[in-house]
């Protein structure tokens, strides 16, 4: 489990990409190395992977196929930057909000408004996924739990706040790249089951 909290970013130093796996080796600093095991999870631009060897301060990730279709890591390269988040260890402070790691869709930026202290983005999605998106409700966006703005029939806005600007890669993308977007999963159980029970008394 996750909370949307960035700890640090760190550059891919190597893809080596087999059929339907991808294995990418992380340069991680000594903070985020420090207790870090075998089988550990650690979140990279939000999608939980799990730690498949170690070498000295390199530590390698396996990626599924499926990740791949799914999620923006499919279009990293060598030397890229992505948002990190070790896992929650008990009794840590959770200032941000419970994540799984595991990502619904990709969203594509499509417009950035910048000021001296803050930064306005909007992204586009298929409609489909808007149900679970509310305005005052949140959503992690390439790992970092942020409140959402702004909706339309198929895009919406969240807002950036200096410090995330400055902790994370959010706001260094070009319009037109994929954000991974992991929805509140208690919102997509909750509007999934209404719809269920709607077209079952349908049936009836």
């Known amino acids: 489990?996750?909370?949307?909290?960035i700890q640090a970013m760190a550059p891919i130093k190597s893809i080596e990409k087999q059929t339907g796996l991808w294995r990418f080796g992380m340069l991680f600093n000594e903070t985020l190395r420090d207790s870090l095991t075998h089988g550990a999870s650690v979140a990279h631009n939000g999608v939980c992977?799990?730690?498949a060897a170690q070498n000295d301060n390199i530590v390698y990730f396996d990626v599924m196929q499926e990740t791949l279709n799914v999620t923006?890591?499919?279009?990293?390269?060598?030397?890229?930057?992505?948002?990190?988040e070790r896992a929650m260890r008990f009794g840590d402070e959770v200032g941000?909000?419970?994540?799984s790691g595991h990502i619904a869709f990709a969203a594509k930026?499509?417009?950035?408004?910048?000021?001296?202290?803050?930064?306005?983005?909007?992204?586009e999605c298929e409609q489909q996924w808007m149900?679970?998106?509310l305005p005052k409700g949140f959503a992690a966006i390439d790992g970092a739990s942020l409140t959402i703005g702004k909706t339309g029939d198929?895009?919406?806005?969240?807002?950036?706040?200096?410090?995330?600007?400055t902790l994370t890669t959010l706001d260094s993308k070009a319009i037109g790249q994929d954000y991974n977007i992991e929805v509140d999963s208690q919102t997509q159980a909750i509007v999934?089951?209404?719809?269920?029970v709607l077209a079952q008394k349908e049936l009836a």
């Open 1 to 5: 489990m996750f909370t949307g909290i």
């Open 49 to 51: 992977l799990t730690v």
């Open 72 to 84: 923006n890591l499919n279009q990293c390269e060598v030397g890229e930057v992505l948002n990190i």
């Open 96 to 99: 941000g909000h419970i994540l």
């Open 109 to 123: 930026l499509i417009d950035r408004e910048a000021t001296l202290t803050n930064s306005r983005l909007r992204f």
């Open 131 to 133: 149900k679970y998106i």
């Open 154 to 165: 198929n895009w919406f806005e969240v807002y950036l706040i200096p410090e995330t600007r």
């Open 192 to 196: 999934d089951t209404v719809e269920r």
